[in-house]
């Protein structure tokens, strides 16, 4: 019988198994699909993991160069030299603001909850302090406006607007209009820590699992987390089988994990309802290509034109319907496999994501491609379009929604997931979540992970 | 002696602007014994709080129309109701749908989970549980309305002593309680509302009072606040939300005037003011608009929007850099019009006819969700909402006065207008009429036989508001009610008591803190910080 056990071999469960294993822990950990690091798999543009992480699993950074921006005819790389005179300033701000909130990623919200001590709120609120003044008020002014006007103020460029605010708009369910989309520019800086290639990410963390001693199970889904009287006592897989343990950490989200995987009658109402109010409304759609012949400007890529066409696509997902312009769109270029990311394809669309619906998303994301890069059309075999709904089906994630829960200021810090939920334990005895739907959360991390684990050590 | 306001006898305070808040300072200055001038452009005071008759025998409330959040303690300190003041409660919350009878919001609880009940026994049932949850959060907010904001980034003791006061309160909610405040602050009306109800009809009116005077959607993040307000209504005491002055708003402006001038303030009406006299980076007076005479005194106070008062009275000469920049970063898109009709007789709403209770409140016209979040889609991209929300009011049937036997005023507060048409907000005289048919248009879907029944409109559209009262790009709040433009940052971080850069300048008005609607908090509290300061 193992120590612990681990649902779901997504990078923040792979990050979760490796830290307790290399603590003494015996670990299992069981991963529905064939193929390891989850979302991992889905997710490029801008997406990081941890330093301490990275570090921790001696993970190496990979330098896949610049983001160039193409849109409004133009091409512009994203390496800080643009020639916007507000770029420089506006740049130098966020580095020292997201250096300091970096350091509170690496450790627990704070706790908010009643009987809280008040010692770690005051301390997390002095070393926000060390901001200075300046800084501070600036923050508190900026964070809650929206990013299309704070940007604004310092820049007039926008192709380079957009191509800067594009990224921090992912799984946020909010367009450049939306207030509090600044807060979400500022947070992804401070997730920004190193970079490396997610899509090989999720087999690189299975090897470090797997070479520290963590028993891997791939191919087998968990069916139920079984509870007796409060207290977990194991899992039962797709298969039958049933693994017993008295720890089981959770890193296939919180809204699954504790509306699925439980049966209801052991999760308390109250409980029941944090899960079901936790937003996880996808707008994630990758198309996969192989293209041969064109010369790509480089390995990464936004395609957009200006703030408002972000926001137009928005106004698409906000009323559940097919592209009406022609979607910004983010490209990863591996040799000949091309992948393309629509944030902009709506989980709840509107008469459901049939073979017609897809059809007509393939061809909108064509169209803009074919704007940004000519000849690309003839140039593509599609080997694969993933809509939200197929993300879910394929992934095991509620709403497709890569971050396990939308990535609003209700949604975060110590409200991620909610709560009474965000220090990663449960009011179900053994049972802890650790994925980015719990704290720090966002994209490829890796910390939701590494705290969870941190947590049950702590225990 | 010379006269009052030379430069040997200068007045205590002149107060620049004689709205509702410009008043409200006045009159305790003026209680508290000190000299008082009040300064006002038109030829009426009350600023956006204003009664007219613009066609014989009718009475507009030309700009706001319902009062909510008149503080308690400035009726009580002003004997406003001794001044004339009647407030009567509004009856109901009407919301029509096209082809359907829609739904009633009563005082009376029963009547009104008999209403949702046709939509959700589950939303009836969850109703009134809600009404308790967010009434025990507006207890938690009220004191924030009733004084200054402590600023977090002071390291004055007293600040700190305030702020660690309220986050003690905060804990002392109880976690279910404070998760609620979270949320309510940081998510969109909708989401919030999400959270508690499934009925879409239901979940729609309650969402718009999140967007009064906001650009932006009922699906805005942090548009969930605003419903706080609706559980925070004081009239007389009562919990309940929303009142209507008899007379029109301009009757509380009068009841103030009234109250400012029996404690000895002097009002002067059509006395534009050019700007403020500075001297030495201190404020000694104004300089009027018509003849250039300069009137003197030791305090200055604006109870016009921040940009006016600082861009147009004061100029960025006499500030400090960083102060002007953030003072043109303050965000004042209008977003709202209005539109106020004389009607030759009552017309029926087709599908509850009649003019009973259900009218004799505010009617919204909000018949879902993805309605209001298109009319919001047109504003966006620099256009009026061709079906817009409209929170309409009668009102003609809560005051016989307002209008002659039998004959009726509509009162509709229009959304989306907004001030940056795409063509330019210069262009809005040329669209106005256009903005005044797609008002009509829309309610006569619910009211098949108004059109034949208008004797009389006025539209006013954003530009308008700007033109006519001074509000800077229409903005009916001074100032949009963002989180980032709340507390202790209204209207720019570290300058949200009623103090400004100028020395002997003060703020008074709906951009300063707790900021707008028919409140008169920052009118009270700036002259109570004056006099506290020692300045008057």
Not at chain 2, 329 to 339: A, E, I
Request: proline share 6%; glycine share 12%.
């Amino acid at each position: 019988m193992p120590d612990v056990i681990v649902v779901g071999g997504g990078h923040n469960g792979l990050v979760a198994a490796a830290t307790l294993r290399k603590a003494g822990r015996s670990v299992v950990l069981v991963e529905a699909r064939e193929r390891f690091g989850g979302v991992a798999d889905l997710l490029f543009d801008g997406s990081t993991l941890s330093g301490e992480v990275a570090k921790t699993l001696g993970v190496a950074p990979d330098d896949r160069g610049d983001v160039v921006a193409l849109g409004a005819g133009r091409t512009l790389t994203l390496n800080g030299s643009a020639d916007d005179p507000g770029y420089a300033t506006w740049q130098a701000w966020v580095t020292r603001v997201s250096t300091i909130l970096a350091s509170q990623l690496d450790q627990p919200a704070p706790d908010i909850s009643k009987t809280a001590p008040v010692w770690p709120l005051a301390k997390t609120g002095l070393a926000v302090r060390k901001l200075g003044k300046k800084d501070m008020m600036e923050l508190l002014r900026s964070a809650p406006s929206c990013v299309d006007d704070w940007l604004s103020e310092h820049m007039t460029d926008g192709l380079l607007k957009a191509a800067l605010m594009a990224p921090a708009l992912h799984g946020t369910w909010m367009g450049p209009r939306s207030p509090t989309s600044a807060a979400s520019l500022v947070l992804r800086a401070a997730m920004q820590q190193a970079t490396c290639s997610p899509r090989m990410l999720g087999e690189q963390l299975k090897t470090t699992a797997a070479g520290v001693g963590v028993e891997i199970v791939g191919g087998q889904a968990v069916q139920r987390i079984r509870v007796d009287e409060g207290r977990v006592t194991g899992v039962e897989l797709a298969n039958g089988d049933a693994i017993d343990a008295s720890t089981v950490l959770s890193a296939v989200g919180p809204r699954k994990t504790l509306l699925d995987l439980l049966d209801p009658r052991m999760v308390p109402g109250k409980l029941a309802h944090q899960a079901r109010v936790i937003r996880v409304r996808g707008t994630l759609a990758q198309l996969r290509l192989e293209v041969s012949g064109i010369d790509w400007p480089a390995r990464r890529l936004r395609i957009v034109n200006d703030p408002m066409h972000l926001e137009r696509a928005f106004d698409d997902v906000k009323f559940r319907r097919l592209p009406t312009v022609p979607p910004p769109l983010e490209v990863e270029v591996d040799g000949a496999s091309v992948r393309v990311n629509c944030w902009s394809a709506p989980y709840e669309l509107d008469g459901g994501w049939t073979e017609d619906a897809r059809a007509a998303l393939q061809d909108a994301m064509f169209d803009s491609l074919e704007t940004a890069l000519p000849g690309v059309r003839d140039a593509a075999t599609v080997t694969e379009l993933l809509t939200p709904a197929d993300i879910e089906d394929q992934f095991g994630i509620d709403g497709g929604h890569p971050m396990h829960g939308e990535l609003a200021l209700d949604q975060l810090g110590p409200m991620r997931p909610s709560m009474q939920l965000s220090r990663y334990g449960t009011q179900i005895e053994g049972l802890w979540l650790g994925c980015s739907g719990v704290h720090p959360g966002g994209g490829i991390s890796g910390r939701s992970g590494l705290l969870a684990a941190k947590a049950i050590l702590g225990r | 002696m010379s006269t009052l306001g030379s430069t040997s006898n200068p007045y205590d305070a002149i107060i620049i602007g004689g709205g509702h808040n410009g008043l409200t300072c006045a009159a305790y200055l003026a209680k508290a014994g000190r000299k008082v001038l009040v300064l006002e452009r038109r030829h009426i005071v009350g600023g956006a709080a204003v009664s007219e008759s613009l066609y014989p025998g009718f009475t507009y409330s030309v700009c706001s129309y319902v009062v909510s959040l008149l503080r308690p303690w400035i009726m009580r300190d002003l004997e406003l109701v001794k001044h004339g003041l009647k407030i009567v409660p509004l009856e109901c919350s009407y919301t029509p749908q096209p082809d359907d009878i829609g739904l009633c919001r009563w005082p009376d609880p029963d009547k009104t989970r008999r209403e949702i009940a046709r939509l959700s026994p589950r939303d009836a049932d969850i109703y009134p549980e809600f009404g308790r949850a967010v009434g025990r959060l507006s207890r938690f907010v009220k004191p924030f309305i009733d004084s200054p904001a402590p600023d977090p980034l002071s390291l004055n003791p007293k600040d700190l002593w305030q702020l660690l006061g309220m986050g003690k309160a905060f804990r002392e909610l109880g976690d279910d309680l404070t998760a609620l405040q979270f949320k309510l602050t940081t998510m969109s009306g909708v989401d919030f509302l999400r959270e508690w109800f499934e009925s879409d009809q239901l979940i729609a009116p309650m969402s718009c009072s999140g967007i009064i005077g906001t650009f932006l959607g009922v699906k805005s993040p942090g548009t969930a606040y605003v419903l706080l307000h609706h559980y925070m209504g004081e009239i007389d005491g009562s919990s309940r939300a929303w009142g209507f002055p008899v007379g029109g708003t301009g009757a509380i402006s009068e009841a103030i005037a009234s109250s400012a001038r029996s404690f000895g303030a002097e009002i002067r009406c059509s006395a534009a003011v050019e700007r403020v006299l500075i001297k030495n980076g201190k404020a000694t007076g104004v300089v009027l608009q018509d003849g250039g005479d300069e009137l003197h005194a030791r305090q200055v106070v604006s109870g016009c929007e921040p940009r006016l008062t600082f861009n147009k009275f004061v100029g960025a000469e006499h500030l400090p850099s960083e102060f002007a920049t953030q003072v043109n970063r303050y965000k004042c898109r209008g977003s709202s019009g209005k539109v106020n009709i004389a009607l030759d007789r009552w017309v029926d709403f087709k599908h509850r006819p009649g003019d009973g209770m259900h009218v004799r409140g505010d009617i919204a016209i909000a018949p879902s969700t993805d309605y209001l979040e298109r009319a919001y889609g047109d504003a966006k991209y620099g256009d009026f909402s061709k079906r817009p929300y409209i929170n309409l009011v009668f009102p003609s049937l809560l005051d016989r006065g307002m209008a002659p036997p039998g004959k009726h005023v509509m009162s509709c507060f229009v959304q989306y207008a907004p001030y940056d048409l795409a063509e330019g907000p210069e262009h809005w005289p040329e669209k106005r009429e256009a903005f005044g048919d797609a008002v009509v248009d829309t309610l006569a879907e619910y009211m098949p036989g108004l059109k034949d029944a208008i004797l009389h409109r006025q539209v006013l559209t954003p530009w308008d508001l700007e033109q006519d009262f001074g509000l800077t790009e229409g903005n009916i709040f001074h100032g949009e009610l963002g989180l980032e433009q709340l507390l202790f940052q209204r209207p720019v971080a570290g300058w949200a008591r009623y103090k400004t850069p100028v020395r002997n300048l003060w703020l008074c008005g709906s951009g300063a803190h707790p900021g707008g609607g028919i409140m008169g908090a920052p009118g009270g509290l700036a002259a109570k910080e004056m006099l506290k300061a020692g300045a008057v």
